[in-house]
C-alpha cells in the first residue's frame, strides 16, 4: 500500500469485490482502455484510491482517472466517463 497523504492507494485488486457487486463477470481481467493516454490494461492492474464511499481507479500510465465506484444508502453507482471501452 502506497500513502499520498489524502487516501490509501493499492491496486485495482484491492477494487474487486466493490465491482464485483456491480458487474457478474470477473471484473479484474476485464481490459479497459483509457481515454485521456489510449493506454490498455486489465482493470486489476490499475491503481486505487480508497475512498470512504468505494474506490477512484486511475490509469497508471498517465494518472488518468478511469473508473469511480461507490455504493450510497440510494444506490451503487459507476462513472467510467474516463474510459474508451471495457472488454471482458
Ligand atoms: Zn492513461
Known amino acids: 500500500m502506497i500513502?499520498?497523504?489524502?487516501?490509501?492507494i493499492l491496486d485495482g485488486n484491492a477494487a474487486a469485490g466493490l465491482l464485483q457487486d456491480i458487474f457478474v463477470p470477473e471484473i479484474t481481467t476485464a481490459q479497459i482502455q483509457c481515454a485521456a493516454c489510449g493506454s490498455a490494461a486489465a482493470v486489476g492492474s490499475l491503481r486505487m484510491y480508497a475512498v470512504p464511499?468505494?474506490?477512484v481507479l486511475?490509469?497508471?500510465h498517465c494518472d488518468g482517472v478511469?473508473?469511480?465506484a461507490v455504493?450510497?444508502?440510494v444506490?451503487?453507482?459507476l462513472e467510467m466517463s474516463g474510459a474508451r471501452y471495457l472488454r471482458f
Open 58 to 60: 486511475r490509469c497508471t
Open 66 to 68: 478511469l473508473m469511480r
Open 3 to 8: 500513502e499520498n497523504g489524502l487516501a490509501p
Open 71 to 73: 455504493h450510497t444508502p
Open 53 to 55: 464511499m468505494g474506490a
Open 75 to 77: 444506490g451503487r453507482w
